[in-house]
Nanobody, 118 residues
C-alpha cells in the first residue's frame, strides 16, 4: 500500500523558515516523480515545487528563490525547505507522487499546516 506522510509544518513569523518532510512507503521511490502542493482557505490547490525521478526540478513563480525541493532516495523522503516565508504562504501543504509514466499525481499525503504571521 502506497503511503505518504508529511511532517514539519507549524507557525512562524514572516521572514522565518520551515522544512517540510514527506516519508514515502510502499513505492519504488526511484520510479516516482514527487511534488509539493498547497491549498489556502477559499483557494484552489496549486503546485509549489516538483522533482522528477530522474532529477529535473521546477518551482511555482511565487516561491522561486525562497523554496528548495530535494529528495533523499536512501530514506525515501522528500523535503521542502522554505525560507523568507510570507503570510501568503499560509496553507495546507501536501506531498504527492506519481509513477514517472503517469501524467497526473495519484498518491497524496494527509497534509501539514503552515501558518505565517505578519
Amino acid at each position: 500500500q502506497v503511503q505518504l506522510v508529511e511532517s514539519g509544518g507549524g507557525s512562524v513569523q514572516a521572514g522565518g523558515s520551515l522544512r517540510l518532510s514527506c516519508a514515502a512507503s510502499g513505492v519504488t521511490y526511484s520510479l516516482y516523480d514527487m511534488g509539493w502542493f498547497r491549498q489556502a482557505p477559499g483557494k484552489e490547490r496549486e503546485g509549489v515545487a516538483f522533482i522528477d525521478s530522474d532529477g529535473p526540478i521546477s518551482y511555482a513563480d511565487s516561491v522561486k528563490g525562497r523554496f528548495t525541493i530535494s529528495r533523499d532516495s536512501s530514506k525515501n523522503t522528500l523535503y521542502l525547505q522554505m525560507n523568507s516565508l510570507k503570510p501568503e504562504d499560509t496553507a495546507m501543504y501536501y506531498c504527492a507522487a506519481r509513477p514517472r509514466w503517469f501524467a497526473t499525481y495519484n498518491v497524496w499525503g494527509q497534509g501539514t499546516q503552515v501558518t505565517v504571521s505578519s
